[in-house]
């Protein structure tokens, strides 16, 4: 399916100003509304979920691997490729840069897939904390309480904090709620986690990541040959990892202090 994307009403691209860094420095990421087209999102969101509910019925989805907590990793395909030039137009890839210490490449190209039924995860950096990088989230469907909008613990990008600390701590969450198109640029060690997502629908969310500089490819549309494909999320598929999360998502206290322990070692 050719996803087309009605062109969004002209306006100024943003530029990246001393408001917007100190908003940045302080909070860990910035909100832009209205960003991409709605239309174009509407029929990339309805091709994911053909997708994945084809592969469902087929049987060819792997084990494990963020199947059970529900948050899954996935490769939204060529078709997407709409959504990068939207944020080029608007400027958001030039405030990525002007936030970036390092000359940046092309962006790794991913989406969340928040499942039905989905569980709410620990808390969590992207990557690791002593590599920082810039991610660019698009909401390609309303995202709410409802259907899992993420949860963020403010202002822990300022320390570099193990889980055990984040945990006494105690830091003020707030939950990122955004309408279709919208825009947010965050820093990879802002502590947060996908939130359970309580509707029938699974709910997308693409992602831009900027780990060690970006994509190899000089077009990272070029991956899993421009297909739709879907990804382990935080879990591996190998049968230990499969009894973890099994374990965890039942007994969501069990994963809590398995990682606190880990986190103090």
């Given at each position: 399916m050719q996803v087309i994307a009605e062109p969004q009403p002209f306006r100024p691209p943003y530029v990246l100003n001393d408001s917007l860094r100190q908003a940045f420095a302080d909070e860990g990421y910035l909100k832009f509304d209205g960003?991409?087209?709605?239309?174009g999102l509407t029929q990339l969101s309805q091709c994911i979920a053909e997708e994945f509910a084809r592969?469902?019925?087929?049987g060819v989805l792997f084990s494990g691997g963020g199947t059970?907590?529900?948050h899954l990793n996935c490769f939204p395909g060529a078709e997407s490729r709409f959504v990068y030039e939207a944020l080029q137009q608007a400027g958001i890839i030039d405030i990525v840069r002007g936030l970036s210490g390092a000359k940046l490449r092309a962006p790794n190209v991913g989406c969340n897939l928040n499942l039905p039924g989905s569980a709410a995860q620990n808390e969590h950096v992207d990557g690791y904390a002593s590599s920082p990088f810039?991610?660019?989230?698009?909401?390609?469907?309303?995202?709410?309480?409802d259907n899992g909008a993420m949860e963020i613990l403010r202002r822990t990008q300022l320390s570099d904090s193990k889980y055990w600390q984040i945990l006494l701590a105690r830091p003020e969450r707030v939950r990122v709620c955004m309408k279709q198109g919208d825009v947010v640029i965050r820093t990879?060690?802002?502590?947060h986690r996908g939130m359970p997502n309580r509707t029938a629908t699974p709910r997308p969310?693409?992602?831009?990541?900027w780990e060690d500089g970006g994509s190899p490819r000089e077009d990272p549309?070029?991956?899993h040959e421009g297909r739709i494909t879907f990804l382990p999320n935080r879990y591996s598929t190998d049968f230990g990892s499969r009894v973890r999360e099994r374990a965890f998502v039942?007994?969501?206290a069990l994963g809590t202090a398995y990682r606190a322990v880990r986190s103090l070692f």
């Open positions: 960003v991409i087209s709605r239309t592969q469902q019925r087929r059970v907590s529900g810039l991610v660019v989230n698009v909401a390609a469907v309303d995202t709410n309480l990879s060690t802002l502590w969310m693409l992602a831009f990541t549309y070029q991956v039942a007994l969501p």
